[in-house]
């Protein structure tokens, strides 16, 4: 909430260029933080009882790895700058970026510690503390003017915050010592992970740079919008389902028929939030653009639906890869992430030509085409993944798409009655409260009909009093 406050009030005061300029910087970013990671949180996370001492090296690795990307990444400034139209402004924002490389590798492996744990209560605090204070500082300078650098303040504090707060309230220091030994026995599955980690981080980022590129920074500031809100929900979910529920089924990787059960359940479990969420997001777009931003965003308004689509796919390849990770199949899940860039890059080729195509009342109509070929390609990988997930997991794919067709048959069906009810009234906020009360109260009603046992289930959950969780 409190990120998605700040996130309004910035997009009110920077312009679209200043968007695209943190976009540019973000797309280095996200590749670096990559490489800082290599993998390692993602196969601490699969071992069943990780040591010390696995702790602590995979820590100094982070670091290390921190300091070295950040030095060769603050020399490559002005090379950044050369890709985007030679923006000189992007040389002194990079390398004021990019310090949050080091601050965020100081918190991978505490994090990861708590998650191991299935104890977010400190990882909450840490996220609210580091948002609260930099949204406030971001906020402020963005008023005052300081433009993009706004921004990239508010991220540092953001990342300086969390891990301060996880330090002084983890209870663990590293040892002194660094194991060759013990980074070598995270090798298969980390290297698996970075694979797949970064084809899927050149999939979501390929296209803002092709954007920044060929078109200019206004309109990836129109793309870097869309994804950015798009992303909330998607992320929020993905992250959920692979920080909580990959312990879990680690620890019954071995008991077949209990893992089937499981991974049904988190099957409906997923669905039941996953639909209303981003199909919801799709039907009120709209009037949530106009209620926040004003006009000023519409042109983001078409991309943020077509992302909002497309994470409907994202968020199952995301559970379906946590059931390969949990059954040790990382190398099958580097294989889709291959096919589904495979596709994306030849969908990129076709549109490239179009990608400036502009009308007077459609400014990013060739950024439509090359979003559709992210849709084709997500669409596309979860086909093949659904598959190959339930060879694994043993299951049959009729289960698998029985646990998710109810709960987006009953959306679909709601979509219109919704979009209906919100004109009504003709003020943005009027309407997106209509449609969310309309939509939800109907989908509560039909799901407590038709006696949903998930709903019950999601609802304790989400009150914090379940006390069977989805995941036994």
């Known amino acids: 909430m409190l990120y998605a406050i700040t996130g309004i009030v910035l997009a009110r005061v920077l312009s679209t260029e200043e968007i695209g300029l943190v976009g540019a910087v973000a797309i280095f970013q996200a590749f670096a933080s990559l490489v800082i990671d290599s993998g390692f949180s993602s196969a601490l996370l699969q071992r069943k009882h990780p040591t010390r001492l696995d702790y ?51 918190a991978i492996v505490q994090v990861n510690r708590l998650m191991k744990r299935m104890d977010v209560r400190m990882v909450a605090v840490a996220n609210t503390a580091g948002l609260f204070l930099g949204g406030m500082a971001g906020i402020w300078l963005a008023v005052e003017g300081y433009g993009a650098w706004a ?8 990342a300086g915050v969390k891990s301060l707060v996880l330090w002084s309230t983890g209870r663990w220091l590293p040892v002194m010592r660094f194991s060759f030994t013990s980074l070598r026995s995270f090798a298969g599955v980390a290297s698996r992970m970075m694979g797949t980690s970064f084809l899927n981080t050149v999939f979501l980022n390929l296209y803002g740079f092709v954007i920044g590129n060929r078109v200019g920074l206004s309109s990836l500031g129109y793309y870097t919008q869309s994804d950015k809100w798009s992303k909330m929900g998607i992320s ?40 209303p969420a981003m199909i919801g997001l799709m039907v009120m777009a709209r009037p949530i653009f106009h209620f926040l931003f004003g006009s000023k965003w519409d042109p983001s308004i078409v991309l943020f639906q077509l992302l909002a689509f497309r994470g409907i796919f994202v968020v199952l390849n995301s559970l379906y890869n946590n ?3 949990a059954k040790g199949e990382a190398g099958v899940i580097m294989k889709m992430e291959i096919l589904r860039d495979t596709v994306a890059l030849i969908a990129l080729f076709v549109a490239l030509p179009f990608v400036g195509l502009s009308t007077p009342d459609n400014p990013v109509l060739g950024l439509e085409y090359l979003l559709w070929g992210q849709v084709a390609a997500t669409v596309l990988t979860w086909i093949v993944t659904l598959v190959i997930t339930c060879r694994v997991v043993g299951a049959s794919k009729r289960v698998f798409l029985y646990d998710l067709v109810p709960y987006a048959a009953q959306v679909a069906l709601l979509a219109p009655v919704m979009a209906f009810c919100g004109h009504i009234c003709p003020w ?6 209509i449609e969310l009360i309309v939509g939800a109260g109907l989908y509560l009603l039909i799901n407590h009909l038709a006696g949903s046992k998930i709903q019950g289930e999601v609802i304790r959950e989400l009150l914090g009093r379940n006390k069977e969780s989805v995941t036994t």
Do not use: C, H
Not at 240 to 269: C, H
């Open 151 to 158: 921004i990239v303040w508010q991220t540092l504090i953001i």
């Open 236 to 275: 929020s979910l993905s992250q959920v389902l692979t920080s909580t529920f990959v312990p879990t089924l680690a620890a019954v990787q071995n008991e077949d028929e209990r893992f089937r059960k499981i991974s049904s359940r988190l099957n409906r479990f997923t669905a039941y939030l996953l639909m």
């Open 428 to 433: 943005a906020g009027g309407q997106v409260l």
């Open 56 to 106: 602590s090296t995979v820590l100094w690795f982070n670091l290390f790895a921190a300091l070295v990307i950040y030095g060769l990444l603050y020399m490559a400034a002005p090379w950044i700058a050369s890709l985007f139209q030679n923006d000189a402004r992007l040389v002194g924002l990079s390398r004021g970026m990019f310090v949050v490389l080091i601050l965020n590798a100081s």
């Open 323 to 325: 059931y390969l990770l």
